[in-house]
């Protein structure tokens, strides 16, 4: 049994050791990533000084093009929309980029129920993307939020970079993803007919997320930060009860406006446009980012006014 | 409860560490026996009750009924009197949580339906309120031990406690494997130690299962799960790609939570019996079956297929048993059509096999390498069944996988792809060396210094490659 006590202290000293060193070089990586969702992330985390910031689901990250965007706007602008990501992800940025002292002047929220505030087994998905930057302030609380004793587990390294350092590894060496301003252009168009998606309307509301949405038009109303919601287009028409507005209203507060553009014909069934159906190809994003940065003039104006 | 639960690991040293420490105190007092199952019995029970408080009641009744139950036959049997009568009650009242709690809904809803009626809402509402945690496994050892004693195969465990460790065990109550009472009353009765090599073998089985279930397993749902929840717009191609990898899912999910019950155990001293035997590698279904949740396979052997009949009775006979006896095997897994047809589809094939003579060993290594391939499309072909939640999602993929229609993309990323090949690769490698080869495992080598390298690397893989915090096992839920 001593032999195995000694053999025992051996096998978690040299696990500690790895871990430790993992944790080094993985830290190392993440600061000289040159492109890819590492170098967006980190980006987003310690060094976003935008005065606007899109956020969002995949929705946001393939829809909104920053170039067009800033040329119209003239503001500096990134895209800091996540695939599969929401609300949660959202709040995290904005924390970390607010404890760095910098802050947005507008927030252009890609607004999407799935992600945003219905039930869905998703609360893990947001921490592979801010798991490294547990020691930024506020965090603890969101991560325990999240997921219980996360903040315990945060302390090994393998765990902080799990699943994830292939990814920075390849954004250190040799980045593959053609990320401009944070916006990921998707390609292709639709070949094949899809049926179209289930009515949503029905679904159950997370407490958690209509918590982090409230929490997240507060802080911006707080700071500030001019907060617009957007619903970019859809491949398929939606259904009539899904009432993405009323939703909003609901869960966020009644000041929030949402600009819909989920009818327009110039996009609803036009499959050159659409690289799946909920998302849009680049030649799709290019055409709605410049009807978007014309809404957002005319918002500005009614608003200057008001 | 959740064997992969961060709690869970963090509690299981601490908790080990005293029940070593009580035996050490204990070592030469004839209390020994009674203070340690006393601890495994409260550990069991506290670990049910944080999961499911409701749940804990009903373990708790079906144990004290089966005790009681197996107290009276066993009674009765000594005095010449062993009424059939007696066990048709005990089989009707200790089954009748499970069929009340995991089946009512899908009586209900089958009757209606075959009445031609709606079936009413509150039709499920015991269902949708809980199922008890392993009911269906608790049930069943539950349910084996009185058939052994009404048999007189083994004389009834007098010791309430002895008893109440029997059928709760924590390791294997979720999940199995479900022990026979003539393996494990033995082991808590007879005098309890922990070895070096106890631990050892402890931690090994432990990390391997960890491995299966959050590098293997949990890595390749990230495929199957987008596909399957919308394969109505993926290919063909994509549709059958999903069901290979479920079919490894559900292997790497359902070992490995085997092999970590198992692992738990040993570090507590008892062996429970091995639950899977490289079953991608069976050359017909009825071997599938042998080397595929072996407890199951036996508890329906020893329980259900022989008390029917078994072989003994002609071979229309015998296979009117298999077909029944898999029928069974479906419903245990889930109140669900789609599971009685996975059953039944198991229980056709292994009819068919034994007709043409399929189930013996195959004589050349092609015949072996083409059955074992059918037999792997098999079993593959019925895991969708069993994955899908209706027949006609079911038959929708099934419909897919043979339409050359186009799809969207595969949802995959690079990275993700990487580590699904990691993970697959590593999971055949293994299975292949130790299948053919008989390879001794580097977690097992003779020297110290290799074994200690390879714990830290399976460590490691598993925190960098795995999927963690994906949540419980897919075999909770039966």
């Known amino acids: 049994m001593k032999r195995l006590c000694k053999w025992a202290v051996a096998t978690v000293a040299a696990f500690l050791a790895v871990d430790f060193a993992f944790g080094l070089v993985m830290s190392w990586v993440m600061d000289h990533a040159k492109g890819g969702d590492t170098y967006k992330i980190n980006y987003i985390n310690r060094r976003f000084d935008d005065s606007l910031a899109v956020m969002g689901s995949s929705r946001a990250n393939h829809h909104y093009v920053s170039t067009l965007l800033e040329d119209s706007l003239g503001l500096t602008v990134y895209n800091c929309g996540v695939d599969g990501n929401g609300i949660f992800l959202a709040y995290c940025f904005l924390n970390n980029i607010l404890a760095q002292g910098r802050q947005p002047a507008v927030i252009v929220y890609d607004f999407l129920p799935s992600f945003d505030l219905y039930e869905a087994d998703d609360r893990q998905k947001p921490l592979s993307r801010i798991k490294p930057f547990y020691d930024i302030e506020g965090m603890k609380e969101i991560l325990d939020d999240l997921s219980e004793n996360e903040y315990l587990k945060l302390h090994l390294a393998t765990y902080r970079y799990n699943s994830e350092f292939l990814q920075m590894l390849g954004d250190a060496f040799s980045p593959q993803q053609h990320v401009i301003r944070g916006y990921k252009p998707s390609e292709g168009t639709i070949t094949t007919d899809f049926a179209p998606p289930a009515d949503e309307s029905g679904r159950r509301i997370d407490p958690l997320k209509a918590e982090y949405m409230k929490k997240f038009a507060d802080l911006c109303r707080r700071r500030g930060i001019d907060l617009v919601f957007v619903t970019s287009p859809m491949f398929f028409e939606p259904h009539e009860n899904d009432n993405f507005a009323e939703l909003l209203r609901r869960y966020g507060g009644s000041d929030l406006k949402l600009l819909d553009f989920r009818r327009d014909s110039l996009f609803t069934g036009r499959k050159e446009l659409f690289a799946d159906p909920m998302h849009m190809n680049n030649a799709g994003a290019t055409l709605f980012s410049s009807m978007l940065a014309d809404s957002l003039r005319s918002l500005a104006a009614a608003r200057g006014a008001e | ?478």
């Open chain 2, 1 to 478: 409860m959740i064997l992969n639960s961060f709690g869970f690991i963090v509690v299981l040293p601490v908790v080990l560490l005293l029940y070593v420490a009580i035996l050490a105190f204990c070592r030469n007092s004839r209390y020994m026996n009674m203070v340690s199952a006393a601890l495994l019995t409260a550990l069991s029970y506290s670990f049910f009750i944080t999961y499911q408080p409701a749940g804990a009641l009903i373990l708790f009744a079906v144990t004290a009924v089966t005790y009681t139950f197996g107290l009276i036959m066993a009674r009765r049997r000594e005095r010449g009197r062993n009424s059939a009568w007696l066990i048709a009650a005990a089989v009707l009242i200790v089954a009748a949580p499970l069929v009340i709690f995991k089946y009512s809904g899908f009586i209900s809803a089958t009757v209606h339906s075959l009445l031609g009626l709606p079936a009413p809402e509150a039709a499920d509402a015991l269902t949708r309120l809980f199922i008890p945690l392993g009911i269906s496994f608790f049930t069943f050892q539950s349910l084996g031990y009185m058939w052994d004693v009404y048999r007189g195969k083994i004389s009834a465990e007098k010791n309430f406690l002895y008893y109440m460790l029997f059928v709760g065990f924590f390791p294997q109550i979720a999940s199995g494997p479900i022990s026979r009472a003539d393996e494990l009353l033995p082991q808590i009765r007879g005098g309890r130690s922990v070895g070096a090599e106890d631990l050892s073998e402890g931690v090994r089985l432990m990390l391997w299962g960890f491995f299966l279930k959050a590098v293997v397993a949990d890595r390749v749902a990230t495929f199957v799960n987008p596909v399957y929840a919308d394969y109505q717009n993926f290919s063909g191609a994509t549709c059958f790609l999903a069901s290979l990898f479920y079919s490894i899912q559900i292997y790497g999910d359902f070992a490995g939570y085997s092999l970590i019950a198992i692992g738990v155990g040993r570090l507590f001293g008892f062996r429970l019996v091995n639950n899977f035997n490289r079953p991608y590698f069976s050359y017909s279904i009825t071997d599938f079956w042998r080397r595929w949740h072996i407890s199951l396979s036996r508890w329906l052997r020893d329980y259900v297929y022989i008390p029917l009949g078994g072989n003994r009775k002609g071979r229309g006979r015998t296979y009117t048993n298999i077909l029944a006896t898999f029928v069974v095997s479906g419903i245990w897994h889930g109140a669900n059509l789609t599971f009685v047809v996975w059953g039944f589809l198991h229980g056709a094939v292994q009819a068919v096999e034994k007709f043409f003579g399929l189930n013996a060993e195959p004589k050349s290594k092609f015949a072996a390498a083409l059955r074992i391939t059918c037999t792997f499309l098999i079993a593959n072909f019925a895991w969708i069944f069993f994955r899908m939640p209706t027949l006609r999602d079911a038959c929708g993929v099934l419909g897919r996988i043979f339409t050359l229609a186009p799809g969207m993309p595969l949802p995959l990323s690079k990275t993700n792809t990487v580590l699904m090949a990691i993970a697959v690769v590593s999971l055949v490698v293994v299975e292949v060396l130790q299948e053919y080869f008989r390879k001794v495992s580097f977690l097992r080598h003779p020297r110290a210094a290799v074994r200690c390298v390879a714990i830290v690397a399976l460590l490691v893989a598993i925190m960098t490659l795995g999927v963690l915090d994906a949540g419980q096992f897919i075999y909770v839920k039966f």
